[in-house]
């Protein structure tokens, strides 16, 4: 028999969300039209490939929970995936900036692990870390003359020790150096080199001094370190 009309109303935003979100288009890209042209057997034989079906107490506001439900467990596992790209409890640093720093990245195409590796290496992790001078602070240990112009550039307050703002100041200067007729053609291990080169040199430090060879040592160090943390599936 054909579903009740109510459940239009009641379940379809779930029930299309749940077919999103698990793969079928089939009912993902139902109109509510088409909803109520389905049968309680192929409703069920959907249901029955999220293994619910045995749940389901034959009406629409069953169906609605079933599949609200099917779709939570869904968008939750598709969280818990996506967390593991870029959370790790072993790095000593907020949960909220790891995901912070995961999304900069992406927004300016950097290498997620080069920028743990350089927090490393410069602070480790000590959102409040400052030079014995106190002239460099916070996670990416930023010099006190760029503060700021990063501040009225970036439109955030001139907080170094603010670990989000720091966050975004280290990410959008080594996103500037990358852009560096120095760095922007070469490509991967020499691309990284020159870049770390400059951010821990300076400009004028690097023409006068090229690759800082001790410091990309230290970093590497880290950066295996990093890398051994998301290669662990535990």
């Known amino acids: 028999m054909p579903i009740l009309e109510e459940v239009i109303g009641i379940a379809a935003a779930a029930f299309f969300a749940a077919g999103s979100v698990l793969g079928n288009p089939s009912i993902?890209?139902?109109?509510?039209?088409?909803?109520?042209?389905?049968?309680?057997?192929e409703v069920a034989a959907y249901v029955q490939e999220v293994d619910t079906v045995e749940q389901w107490d034959g009406t629409a506001g069953g169906l609605a929970a079933m599949s609200l439900e099917a779709a939570n467990d869904a968008v939750r596992i598709n969280r818990e995936f996506d967390e593991r790209q870029w959370y790790r409890s072993q790095i000593p640093m907020k949960k909220e900036h790891q995901k912070l720093l995961w999304d900069y990245c992406k927004e300016r195409e950097l290498d997620y692990i080069d920028?743990?590796?350089?927090?490393?290496l410069?602070?480790?992790?000590?959102?409040?870390c400052k030079s014995t001078s106190g002239r460099y602070q916070g996670y990416f240990q930023i010099s006190k003359i760029h503060w700021e112009s990063l501040s009225e550039t970036l439109n955030t307050p001139n907080a170094p020790l603010d670990g989000a703002v720091n966050i975004n100041w280290g990410t959008r200067i080594y996103s500037w150096i990358l852009m560096d007729e120095?760095?922007?053609?070469?490509?991967?291990?020499?691309?990284r080199d020159v870049a770390l080169s400059i951010y821990q040199r300076g400009?004028?430090?690097y023409?006068?001094?090229?690759?800082?060879?001790?410091?990309?040592?230290?970093?590497?160090n880290r950066r295996e370190l990093m890398l051994s943390y998301f290669q662990d599936n535990d």
């Open 28 to 41: 993902a890209l139902m109109t509510s039209d088409a909803l109520q042209a389905v049968t309680s057997d």
């Open 203 to 205: 400009s004028a430090g």
């Open 207 to 220: 023409n006068r001094n090229g690759l800082s060879k001790t410091y990309l040592r230290a970093f590497y």
């Open 182 to 191: 120095r760095v922007r053609d070469l490509e991967g291990n020499a691309q």
């Open 115 to 120: 920028m743990l590796a350089l927090i490393a």
């Open 122 to 128: 410069e602070s480790n992790f000590d959102e409040k």
